[in-house]
């Protein structure tokens, strides 16, 4: 039994507990000092481009917009690869620094048992890695009753029966994970589509230009007088990439985006079943990462001049991916692509989606915008915190 009792702001209350509701009391007592305004905890693994940035939005969020949309985010944790720093109260904006200077180690199961231990409730993890090991701690969070938003893919486009346990234990739990950020960083792609698979309305194709990065190193490839390696840098500089840029051009990247939006309309597809031209030919398979292709620098140019050469007037290169729902078909193809069309305009690192259904004929939907780029997808993971949030 414990007797909590606060007497912040000349209010005084006491309430007497036993261990089981300890949590909930210490939210009630604080709710009632500091007002009614919903509070999500959130431990944060990742603090490179997306991950960092979204730090330091959530910390630099304005106390009106708090109050105005009634909920306050507290970023309790962050971890990285090597080490994680946790405080119940709340990280300020030192929390780098913090970070640094931390000893412990990161694990799931130790941050999950920190958290349980705290008196914190509605905890969300944000996960803004791109690793395995993190992806496959989400059941064992769900479990433990923590919610999840992701801009890390690789949950949702791995097998389809890890993808299908995920979603019988939100459903048995009642849990929730947002991660809109998957396909096209901030761009409302996969929320679109699922309304649309709601609303019956019969999807047929979807086609476009998936990939930030890959958008940026055709859109300027096809037009600039620059070697293929020297755009790859500049993408990877800019952040556009992902932290191995060759991960980008074997395709991967591509093919996880299509088969999580294929899943998003009802269809129980494998990784197996996309049919994708891979970027790096046979010659480059031995590169693994980034400093491995830098020693293929002149042959990889030479193989994207000869391609560049072979366009036809009017035509760019730009790398499509295609769901073809009647034909059952998930493909990428580096395709000659016409100037005029919507796909041929596409500039910087914007992302194209075209989305064909029943009831919007020959004239597809169309959304495209950045499609990468820390700053924008963190400002995606934030609104899929907002909106978890407004569930609470
Ligand atoms: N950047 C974009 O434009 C963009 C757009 C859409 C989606 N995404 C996705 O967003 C995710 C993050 O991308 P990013 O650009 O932010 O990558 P990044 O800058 O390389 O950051 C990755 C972060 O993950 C951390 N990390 C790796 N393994 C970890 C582990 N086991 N436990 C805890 N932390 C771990 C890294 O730790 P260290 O700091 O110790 O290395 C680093 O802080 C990726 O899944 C990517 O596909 C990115």
Same mark, same amino acid.
């Given at each position: 039994?414990?007797?909590?009792?606060?007497?912040?702001?000349?209010?005084?209350?006491?309430?007497?507990?036993?261990?089981?509701?300890?949590?909930? &009391?210490?939210?009630?007592?604080?709710?009632?000092?500091?007002?009614?305004?919903?509070?999500?905890?959130?431990?944060?693994?990742?603090?490179?481009?997306?991950?960092?940035?979204?730090?330091?939005?959530?910390?630099?969020?304005?106390?009106?917009?708090?109050?105005?949309?009634?909920?306050?985010?507290?970023?309790?944790?962050? &971890?990285?690869?090597?080490?994680?720093?946790?405080?119940?109260?709340?990280?300020?904006?030192?929390?780098?620094?913090?970070?640094?200077?931390?000893?412990?180690?990161?694990?799931?199961?130790?941050?999950?048992?920190?958290?349980?231990?705290?008196?914190?409730?509605?905890?969300?993890?944000?996960?803004?890695?791109?690793?395995?090991?993190?992806?496959?701690?989400?059941?064992?969070?769900?479990?433990?009753? =923590?919610?999840?938003?992701?801009?890390?893919?690789?949950?949702?486009?791995?097998?389809?029966?890890?993808?299908?346990?995920?979603?019988?234990?939100?459903?048995?739990?009642? /849990?929730?994970?947002?991660?809109?950020?998957?396909?096209? &960083?901030?761009? !409302?792609?996969?929320?679109?589509?699922?309304?649309?698979?709601?609303?019956?309305?019969?999807?047929?194709?979807?086609?476009?230009?998936?990939?930030?990065?890959?958008?940026?190193?055709?859109?300027?490839?096809?037009?600039?007088?620059?070697?293929?390696?020297?755009?790859?840098?500049?993408?990877?500089?800019?952040?556009?990439?992902?932290?191995?840029?060759?991960?980008?051009?074997?395709?991967?990247?591509?093919?996880?985006?299509?088969?999580?939006?294929?899943?998003?309309?009802?269809?129980?597809?494998?990784?197996?079943?996309?049919?994708?031209?891979?970027?790096? !030919?046979?010659?480059?398979?031995?590169?693994?990462?980034?400093?491995?292709?830098?020693?293929?620098?002149?042959?990889?140019?030479?193989?994207?001049? /000869?391609?560049?050469?072979?366009?036809?007037?009017?035509?760019?290169? /730009?790398?499509?991916?295609?769901?073809?729902?009647?034909?059952?078909?998930?493909?990428?193809?580096?395709?000659?692509?016409?100037?005029?069309?919507?796909?041929?305009? =596409?500039?910087?690192?914007?992302?194209?989606?075209?989305?064909?259904?029943?009831?919007?004929?020959?004239?597809?939907?169309?959304?495209?915008?950045?499609?990468?780029?820390?700053?924008?997808?963190?400002?995606?993971?934030?609104?899929?915190?907002?909106?978890?949030?407004?569930?609470?």
């Amino acid at each position: 039994m414990y007797l909590i009792s606060n007497s912040i702001s000349g209010e005084h209350i006491s309430l007497v507990v036993d261990n089981q509701n300890l949590k909930k &009391a210490v939210n009630i007592v604080h709710s009632q000092v500091f007002g009614v305004i919903k509070t999500i905890n959130l431990f944060a693994f990742g603090k490179g481009n997306v991950g960092g940035n979204l730090i330091d939005q959530i910390l630099a969020t304005p106390d009106e917009v708090v109050k105005r949309r009634n909920l306050r985010i507290r970023v309790v944790g962050v &971890a990285d690869s090597q080490r994680y720093v946790f405080n119940e109260s709340g990280l300020g904006h030192n929390w780098r620094e913090e970070l640094a200077n931390s000893k412990a180690s990161a694990d799931c199961a130790t941050i999950i048992e920190t958290l349980e231990s705290s008196v914190l409730e509605n905890i969300v993890v944000a996960d803004n890695t791109s690793s395995q090991e993190i992806a496959n701690c989400y059941l064992d969070f769900l479990n433990h009753q =923590i919610d999840i938003v992701a801009s890390n893919k690789k949950a949702n486009s791995g097998s389809y029966e890890v993808y299908n346990d995920i979603r019988k234990i939100l459903k048995r739990r009642g /849990r929730l994970f947002y991660y809109e950020t998957n396909v096209g &960083a901030g761009l !409302p792609i996969i929320d679109t589509l699922k309304h649309l698979y709601d609303s019956a309305d019969q999807v047929v194709k979807l086609r476009g230009v998936f990939s930030g990065s890959l958008s940026y190193i055709f859109n300027n490839f096809s037009v600039r007088d620059e070697s293929f390696s020297n755009i790859l840098e500049e993408a990877k500089n800019s952040g556009f990439t992902e932290p191995n840029p060759v991960e980008d051009l074997l395709g991967t990247d591509v093919a996880r985006k299509l088969i999580i939006l294929a899943r998003e309309l009802g269809l129980e597809v494998e990784p197996a079943d996309v049919k994708m031209q891979n970027l790096l !030919p046979e010659e480059f398979a031995a590169c693994k990462d980034y400093s491995d292709l830098l020693n293929y620098r002149d042959s990889l140019d030479a193989y994207y001049n /000869r391609k560049k050469e072979e366009l036809e007037a009017n035509s760019v290169l /730009r790398y499509v991916a295609e769901l073809d729902i009647e034909k059952s078909t998930l493909s990428i193809n580096l395709e000659a692509v016409d100037r005029s069309t919507a796909l041929g305009s =596409i500039k910087n690192a914007d992302a194209l989606f075209e989305i064909f259904t029943e009831s919007y004929g020959e004239n597809p939907i169309i959304i495209q915008g950045a499609g990468a780029g820390g700053e924008v997808t963190a400002r995606g993971v934030y609104s899929d915190l907002i909106r978890l949030g407004h569930k609470y």
